[in-house]
């Protein structure tokens, strides 16, 4: 019984040694390069219109309603894009000279393959 205790103790000491003498190594330093484009602005006289339409297959909000709202946004041509999960629906204002509504359905279809969009319909400000 004392002699398993001795080797345990032992044991633990060379391990509290071994840790302790081990320096911590300066954190490596990397530089990534990140450039994503730069979304072009709407023009002032620009015909907004605003696009309604349903999601279907959007099972979360943060993952998928986030997700798909982010993308539409980042689009060229989009002025303000809300997905909201609970109603499995989608608003985005756009430029008709740069947007069409085709467009959005590809987008959200790209975003996801199980995103699919129903009853679109489109509102000219």
């Keep these: 019984m004392k ?8 044991v633990c000491s060379v391990f509290v040694l071994v840790s302790c003498k081990k320096e911590a190594s ?8 990140y450039n994503e484009e730069e979304k072009k602005p709407i023009a002032e006289n620009a015909t907004i219109a ?3 339409f349903n999601i279907d297959g959007m099972t979360c909000a943060v993952g998928c309603a986030a997700k798909i709202e982010k993308s539409l946004a980042k689009m060229d041509g989009v002025a303000s894009a809300k997905v909201d999960f609970e109603t499995k629906t989608a ?3 756009y430029d008709v000279d740069q947007v069409t509504t085709s467009l959005l ?10 995103y699919k969009v129903k009853n679109m ?3 000219t400000e």
């Design 26 to 33: 300066a954190p490596e330093e990397v530089t990534v390069e």
């Design 50 to 52: 605003k696009a309604k």
């Design 105 to 114: 359905s590809d987008r959200v279809a790209k975003t996801g393959s199980m």
């Design 121 to 123: 319909q489109t509102i």
């Design 3 to 10: 002699i398993s205790k001795i080797i345990l103790l032992l």
């Design 91 to 93: 608003e985005v204002s």
